[in-house]
C-alpha cells in the first residue's frame, strides 16, 4: 500500500538540528496535509496544500516550513529542532480540500528529538 | 471555528459486546463526518463516513449515526473483537474546508 508514502519512518536528532520529512501521494489528489500527533494521540492539523498553494497555516512555530514542488510532493522541513517537536507526523492527502474528500494518511514519521 | 468534542476517552468492552463512541460539533454548516481507526503503531484509516444528508449508515458490523438538530454523531461497534481493539476518531468538516478532528477514543475489546 504506497498511497501515501513518507520517509524516513522514523528519526532520531539532537536539539538544535535541522530535519526534513518527506511525502509523496500517487492518488492524483490535488490536496495534501501534515498532521501532528503527540503522545496523547491528538491529531492537529499543521498545514494543507492545495494544488501547491498553501491553505491552512495553523498556528505552528515558523521552524516549520513546508513545500510543495508539486501536487504530488508536500514536504516538511523543521529548523532548530527543539524537545516538545518529538511527536509523530502524518502526511495525508485528498481529492479536494476538506468537504466530501476522505482523507488517506501515509504511515507517519516518527520523530524523536534527544 | 468547528470544535468536536468526543466521548468516552476510553473504553472497555468484553468481546462480543456493542460500542459506542459520541461526538458533537459546533457549526452547523458541518457536512461530512468520517470515522477513522488507528491500530497502534499504524496510520489513522477510514472505516465510515456520513454525510448531512442521511441520518444513518451501516457497513457490516459498524454503523453511524448523525442527528443534524442536535449536532451530534456516533459510531455503533456490535459483535466487536479483540481486532476491533484501537484508537477510533470522529471528524467533521464543511465544504472547502479542513477536517476538524475529535480527541480519540481508546477501544479495548477483551477477550
Known amino acids: 500500500d504506497t498511497a501515501v508514502s513518507q520517509t524516513p519512518k522514523y528519526l532520531v536528532t539532537q536539539m538544535g538540528n535541522d530535519k526534513s520529512i518527506k511525502c509523496e501521494q500517487n492518488?492524483?489528489?490535488?490536496?495534501m496535509y501534515w498532521y501532528k500527533q503527540d503522545s496523547k494521540k491528538f491529531l492537529k492539523i499543521m498545514f494543507s496544500?492545495?494544488?501547491?498553494?498553501?491553505?491552512i497555516n495553523e498556528t505552528v512555530p515558523n521552524r516549520f516550513s513546508p513545500k510543495s514542488p508539486d501536487k504530488a510532493h508536500l514536504n516538511l522541513h523543521i529548523n532548530s529542532l527543539e524537545l516538545g517537536d518529538s511527536a509523530v507526523y502524518f502526511c495525508?492527502?485528498?481529492?479536494?480540500?476538506?468537504?466530501?474528500?476522505?482523507?488517506?494518511f501515509g504511515p507517519g514519521t516518527r520523530l524523536l528529538v534527544l | 471555528g468547528e470544535n468536536v468534542e468526543q466521548h468516552p476517552s476510553t473504553l472497555s468492552v468484553q468481546e462480543g459486546d456493542s460500542a459506542v463512541i459520541k461526538c458533537t460539533y459546533s457549526?452547523?454548516?458541518?457536512?461530512?463526518f468520517p470515522w477513522y481507526k488507528q491500530e497502534l503503531g499504524k496510520r489513522p484509516q477510514l472505516i465510515i463516513d456520513?454525510?448531512?444528508?442521511?441520518g444513518e449508515k451501516k457497513d457490516q458490523r459498524i454503523a453511524v449515526t448523525l442527528n443534524k438538530t442536535a449536532k451530534h454523531f456516533s459510531l455503533h461497534i456490535t459483535e466487536t473483537q479483540p481486532e476491533d481493539s484501537a484508537v477510533y476518531f470522529c471528524?467533521?468538516?464543511?465544504?472547502?474546508?479542513?477536517?476538524?478532528f475529535g480527541t480519540g477514543t481508546s477501544l479495548t475489546v477483551i477477550p
Open positions: 456520513i454525510r448531512s444528508n442521511v
Open positions: 492518488l492524483g489528489h490535488d490536496t
Open positions: 496544500y492545495n494544488n501547491k498553494e498553501l491553505i
Open positions: 457549526d452547523s454548516a458541518s457536512n461530512y
Open positions: 495525508a492527502s485528498s481529492q479536494d480540500h476538506g468537504g466530501y474528500g476522505t482523507q488517506y
Open positions: 471528524a467533521a468538516s464543511t465544504p472547502g474546508n479542513q477536517f476538524y
